[in-house]
Structures are given as C-alpha cells and as structure tokens.
Nanobody
C-alpha cells in the first residue's frame, strides 16, 4: 500500500511560483496514476492535474498553461509546478494515487497554498 505526503505549500504573492512535492513510500510508485487536488474553504475538493504511468497529463481549465504536473519514478515523487499564481489558487493541495481506476491512498493533510498581496 502506497502512502503519500504533500509538501511545498507556502504564502506567495500573486504572480509568484511554487513547486509542490508528493513523496511516496510503502509500495511501488511507477504504476500509479498520480493526481493533484485542491480544496478551498467552503468549496468542494477539485481535480487540478493528473499524470499517468506513461506520462500522459491532464489539467483543469483553470490552471492550464500555468501549472505543470510531473513525476520522478526513481525518486518516488510527483510534483506540481505552479506559476503565475492567482488568489483563486489559494487552497489546501492534496495528491493521491490511482490504480485500475481506484484510489489507493487515503486523503492526507495536504499542503497549504496561499496567494495573497
């Protein structure tokens, strides 16, 4: 069973950048689809980006052109590079792992991203 820990969140000004990390342990990593979600106060958790085991990616319309998801299987880590950050990006960001269409990791604590002047 894989376990994931998110890190890298911070307070940044609009237009700034952050790189979030999703570190895995407890199982093989390369076979999983890795997704980043976010949840703002009072909002539903929403999918931000996903990357398959073969490197295919998908993004929410709200982050296309600004965010990039990637993975380093040798390091058992996935990343979310966030550029041109907007206040609307403020949320707790979570990662998860999916195999055969089933989420195999519980929701963790996430990492807080705050975009504010």
């Amino acid at each position: 069973q894989v376990q994931l820990v998110e890190s890298g969140g911070d307070l940044v000004q609009p237009g700034g950048s952050l790189r979030l990390s999703c570190a895995a342990s407890g199982s093989v990593f390369s076979i999983y689809v890795i997704s980043w979600y976010r949840q703002a106060p009072g909002k539903q958790r929403e999918l931000v980006a996903a990357i398959t085991s073969t490197g295919s990616t998908n993004y929410a319309d709200s982050v296309k052109g600004r965010f990039t998801i990637s993975r380093d299987n040798a390091a058992n880590t996935a990343y979310l590079q966030m550029n041109s950050l907007k206040p609307e990006d403020t949320a707790v960001y979570y990662c998860n792992a999916v195999r055969f269409g089933v989420q195999v990791t519980p929701w963790g604590q996430g990492t807080q991203v705050t975009v504010s002047s």
